[in-house]
């Protein structure tokens, strides 16, 4: 099953000030992504996808029927910022999902500071690291061959090769527990210009909380002895 964990008990709400929720790791089909999507306290808040899925019509008349979602692309984004809406987004992108392995936690973060340099920009004055353990596991997916499949990811072509149950490789292993940790805020200045080391300097501060709920939550989430082996990659 699956349970989300508010760090402090803070229960996100419409009345919070702006907040981005940066959801990690996007895995092979986003199921901790949804499972946010779906949950009454998420409701207010705007959850951006690749333009390629958004741009379906099938896609958007379903997630329009559960949620309120949105484009990923950088003006649209914009656009949701300036009218003061909260927003989730995975940053790590197919790139993510490409490097997702059952045994392994990934975060491909390094080069992706556009979301920080927006909410700088547009004065969203909180990021929420978001991190949902467990995703990894829910499917095989095959390893290597990096620097093509991630090459072609930037022209937004995903790159994943799953498997999940033997009879219905794309239903996911139901044997797995995910708990999605909502991580508490970091809160952050309006800097209406902001330099590349602004940018530089609070999306390190982002990696370094990210890496904190990591390091808080992995014992509970995945048991003490694996929790205490377990790290997350940053690439």
């Not at 995703?135 to 290597?144: H, K």
């Not at 093509?148 to 490789?169: D, E, H, K, Q, Y």
């Amino acid at each position: 099953g699956m349970r989300v964990v508010y760090e402090g008990g803070r229960v996100p709400s419409l009345s919070d000030p702006q907040t981005f929720y940066a959801v990690h790791p996007h895995g092979a089909f986003c199921l901790g992504w949804s499972q946010l999507f779906l949950s009454p306290e998420m409701s207010h808040v705007r959850f951006c996808f690749a333009p390629t899925l958004y741009m379906s019509p099938f896609f958007r008349l379903f997630s329009r029927l559960v949620g309120r979602p949105g484009s990923a692309a950088r003006p649209a984004m914009s656009g949701y910022m300036k009218r003061g809406e909260h927003l989730a987004l995975p940053p790590g992108g197919f790139e993510e999902a490409t490097l997702s392995s059952l045994d392994r936690d990934r975060a491909f973060i390094k080069k992706r500071t556009g979301f920080v340099k927006l909410c700088l920009k547009h004065g969203v004055r909180r990021i929420r690291p978001v991190y949902a353990f467990g995703e990894r596991r829910l499917f095989w997916n095959v390893q290597g061959l990096w620097g093509l499949r991630l090459a072609l990811n930037r022209f937004g072509i995903p790159t994943i090769c799953v498997w999940g149950r033997w009879f219905c490789p794309l239903a996911p292993r139901n044997d797995e527990r995910v708990t999605i940790v909502v991580g508490r805020p970091i809160e952050l200045p309006l800097i209406e210009d902001p330099t590349k080391e602004d940018v530089v300097k609070w999306h390190g501060e982002y990696i370094k909380e990210l890496r904190r709920v990591f390091e808080d939550h992995k014992e509970d989430a995945y048991g003490a002895e694996e929790g205490k082996v377990a790290k997350l990659e940053i690439w």
